[in-house]
């Protein structure tokens, strides 16, 4: 059974900072595309940064210049530092990670639970 566990949400004032990290565990054979997504209330969630195994990247236009994704493909682990928050970045953020788990013939995607960042002074 895989796991996306994410930790680092909360409460940070206009102009601060949150890292978020995801670790993914279980029977895994390799992943491909990890990601952040967001959902605020009574919105889609929407793609906020993915990173591949190679290490190429692409983020949501409103946050270029603010986020940065990253991975540890060794501890299956990826990582969204988020720097000059603001109040519209307050949502639900969510772990994504497209894998293969050993035994399968298939790729598939993965969710976390759900961390809240909330930006508000």
């Known amino acids: 059974q895989v796991q996306l566990v994410e930790s680092g949400g909360g409460l940070v004032q206009p102009g601060g900072s949150l890292r978020l990290s995801c670790a993914a565990s279980?029977?895994?054979?390799?992943?491909?595309?990890m990601g952040w997504y967001r959902q605020a209330p009574g919105k889609q969630r929407d793609l906020v940064a993915t990173i591949t195994s190679g290490g190429s990247t692409s983020y949501n236009d409103s946050v270029k210049g603010r986020f940065t994704i990253s991975r540890d493909n060794a501890k299956n682990t990826v990582y969204l530092q988020m720097n000059s928050l603001k109040p519209e970045d307050t949502a639900v953020y969510y772990c994504y990670a497209y894998l293969k788990e050993y035994g399968s013939r298939y790729w598939r995607g993965y969710w976390g639970q759900g961390t809240q960042v909330t930006v508000s002074s």
């Open positions: 279980g029977s895994i054979f390799s992943i491909n595309t």
